[in-house]
């Protein structure tokens, strides 16, 4: 624990994303927090700046996921994923199994080859077939 005269650090909330690898840049992160799809101790924020340290749990929907992290250490670099993972202690619900997710995340995550429109590399592997740019 912290001495006399010694204080808890913390982070802005920004950083603690960025260094934490829950998003690949600041930038992101605080659009992220400015729409409003973060909150800290069960309070919504849509302030970047907003100081986070050790204690302080977090509630995110990120990617169409909830997290729920617990913040160990704010951090003071972005370090390795291992490193990163050590700043907070995941308490996020498990993932729903394939057969309780939506109807629309299982047709999204589940359609079979060849059927619907091709993709790009499809369309490509089909131009290559028939002889190229021609």
């Known amino acids: ?29 605080q659009k992220i927090i400015e729409t409003g799809a973060i909150r800290v101790n069960s309070e919504k924020t849509a302030r ?31 370090g390795p994923a291992s490193e990163a993972q050590g700043l907070y202690e995941d308490m996020s619900p498990p993932m729903p199994p394939k057969s309780e997710r939506s109807p629309y995340e299982t047709a999204i995550a589940e359609r079979p080859p060849g059927a619907g429109r091709p993709t790009k590399k499809e369309r490509r592997d089909t131009d290559n077939l028939r002889g190229g740019d021609q």
């Open 48 to 78: 970047t700046d907003h100081r986070v340290g050790a204690g302080d749990v977090l509630t995110m929907s990120i990617q169409g996921r909830i997290l729920v992290w617990r913040i160990l250490d704010p951090g003071s670099r972005r």
């Open 1 to 29: 624990m912290t001495g006399p005269g010694e204080t808890l650090r913390k982070e802005r909330l920004d950083r603690f994303l960025f260094f934490s690898r829950a998003v690949k840049s600041r930038t992101l992160a």
